[in-house]
């Protein structure tokens, strides 16, 4: 059993916190089997879409097509520690299923998820499988998330205001604001851990904790795992433009609505199970039928 006060205290202090053995063997093979019924339903679009190595690069929201595999937090001591951070209850937002390791550089995810109020937010990694150095485990800049960005912000807005609110703009404010609190964690000399983990661990990252996938030593090895992304029920979400320019009005509730599972609420915030993006920008997408 998780000490939930216990966690909640290392998720403030260090920005993240690892909770062992958090989800049930059952809940772990409900989900599995949840999985495997999506890709052999939609197998087509899923072969399409593995990498060289044949692994499944990013499924998102695959949650909305399965009860089971959103009872990897609900099922677990994961919703009690973010209900514990946010001092509310808290719901699935979106999510994230990859087959292998994201190697996606250090990063924090704010600016992507920025919430009114702000921070409003927690990243849960769920492990499908043991992740390590040979399948690229998570890797986190342990303390980041008290690096302050005030400036940071502001300079990348004033960056902003030069052009229209374009895909490219968005992604050069991005790499701006993301190299910006990488030398500033390189400046402090904060440390860099990766956590290796077995199938049935979670862990819980604050919003403004620099964190990314690590790259493995096995080429093509398997790395099985769900991130959810979850917010207090109501809490809206804004968009990276929100992020840097903060003149920019915020509702105050979300303008989604929740289903419920077993007590529990799901936000509704598409129809649509989808795809990895291609080089040209598209992507393939399952409507979900309800």
Not at 114 to 128: D, E, I, K, Q, R
Not at 207 to 234: A, I, M, N, Y
Not at 256 to 261: A, E, I, L, T
Request: proline content about 4%.
């Amino acid at each position: 059993m998780n000490d939930i006060t216990k966690l909640t205290a290392e998720y403030q202090e260090r920005g993240f916190c690892v909770l062992k053995q958090a989800v049930s063997h059952r809940t772990l093979v409900a989900a599995d089997i949840a999985i495997k019924s999506f890709a052999a339903d939609h197998m087509l679009t899923w072969r399409k879409n593995l990498d060289p190595d044949g692994l499944m690069r990013r499924v998102t929201n695959m949650h909305l097509m399965s009860t089971a595999i959103c009872d990897l937090v609900f099922n677990s001591s994961a919703i009690d520690v973010a209900d514990e951070v946010f001092g509310a209850r808290a719901a699935i937002y979106t999510s994230l299923f990859f087959e292998g390791g994201s190697q996606q550089p250090i990063h924090r995810d704010a600016p992507y998820f920025h919430t009114n109020p702000v921070n409003s937010f927690v990243g849960c990694w769920v492990a499908l499988e043991d992740a390590d150095d040979t399948n690229g485990a998570l890797e986190v800049v342990v303390g980041g998330h008290r690096i302050g960005d005030a400036d940071l912000i502001v300079a990348c807005n004033n960056l902003g205001r030069e052009k229209n609110k374009t895909h490219q703009q968005e992604a050069l404010l991005w790499e701006k604001y993301q190299k910006g609190i990488s030398e500033e964690a390189l400046r402090r000399a904060l440390e860099h851990r990766v956590i290796n983990v077995e199938r049935g661990d979670v862990i819980i990252w604050h919003p403004l904790l620099p964190h990314g996938g690590s790259t493995p030593t096995q080429v093509g090895k398997s790395r099985r795992s769900l991130v959810f992304h979850l917010t207090p029920e109501g809490v809206p979400v804004g968009s990276l433009f929100h992020f840097f320019d903060r003149a920019q009005p915020m509702p105050r509730r979300a303008s989604w609505g929740y289903r419920k599972h077993n007590g529990r609420s799901v936000a509704e915030v598409g129809n649509s199970v989808q795809f990895a993006h291609r080089g040209d920008g598209t992507r393939d997408e399952i409507t979900i039928r309800r």
